[in-house]
């Protein structure tokens, strides 16, 4: 069963990351990196500051140790322990894929920190913003954003998939977190009252 799973993951993976075409490669290996994501990430911040005012302090910290917390739980636990190799280091594979300007990565595969975490930021904002046009963009960067690694060969289908189911699921529980925060503030805040009174 695992293997006909895995057979469908790299069918997939490799599917897409031969849809290739020139205006993509451009796209796709620009998106993929660091700046890209900065970029992004000081959109999200400007969008809590503009919608939240002094209330956003509390939601841009609950989504940075979202993003901190799923990136640790990958890096330090999940991607040493299943030690997936990554498309572009499966020999087996090299000769099928389109590597785009020698564009690879070293470390292990399974699950993606980029689909993780832009998921992570996508639910987040989603939830905490509740701005349709703004949830369409960040949830449209996060498929494109990690879309990118399987187009570039460094992610199979499932390391997204899955990543992605992680990052969301992280993202609601630091948007719990945040709440039962702010509860605790508010009853913090009552209890002062009463005791002034």
Same mark, same amino acid.
């Given at each position: 069963?695992?293997?006909?799973?895995?057979?469908?993951?790299?069918?997939? *993976?490799?599917?897409?990351? @031969? /849809?290739?075409?020139?205006?993509?490669?451009? /796209?796709?290996?620009?998106?993929?990196?660091?700046?890209?994501?900065c970029l992004i990430y000081a959109a999200v911040i400007f969008a809590f500051i503009a919608i939240k005012k002094q209330q956003c302090w509390q939601d841009i910290l609950f989504l940075t140790l979202a993003v901190i917390f799923v990136s640790i739980i990958i890096s330090v636990f999940i991607k040493p322990n299943v030690a997936r190799l990554r498309p572009c280091n499966t020999a087996e594979l090299q000769s099928m894929l389109h590597i785009v300007k020698k564009y690879t990565a070293s470390s292990f595969s399974f699950v993606s920190s980029h689909?993780?975490? *832009?998921?992570?930021?996508?639910?987040?904002?989603?939830?905490? &913003?509740?701005?349709?046009?703004? *949830?369409?963009?960040?949830?449209?960067?996060?498929?494109?954003?990690?879309?990118?690694?399987?187009?570039?060969?460094v992610h199979f289908f499932g390391d997204v998939l899955c990543g992605a189911f992680l990052g969301i699921l992280c993202g609601k529980?630091?948007?719990? &977190?945040?709440? /039962? *925060?702010?509860? @605790?503030?508010?009853?913090?805040?009552?209890?002062? /009252?009463r005791n002034r009174k």
């Open positions: 069963m695992f293997e006909f799973i895995e057979d469908i993951d790299i069918k997939i *993976s490799l599917f897409i990351n @031969n /849809l290739h075409c020139e205006i993509l490669d451009f /796209l796709m290996f620009h998106i993929t990196h660091w700046y890209c994501s689909a993780a975490t *832009s998921f992570a930021i996508a639910i987040f904002v989603h939830t905490c &913003l509740r701005k349709k046009s703004i *949830s369409i963009l960040i949830f449209l960067w996060a498929f494109i954003y990690s879309y990118s690694r399987i187009y570039l060969g529980i630091f948007i719990k &977190l945040s709440l /039962l *925060s702010v509860k @605790n503030k508010s009853k913090n805040c009552h209890c002062e /009252l």
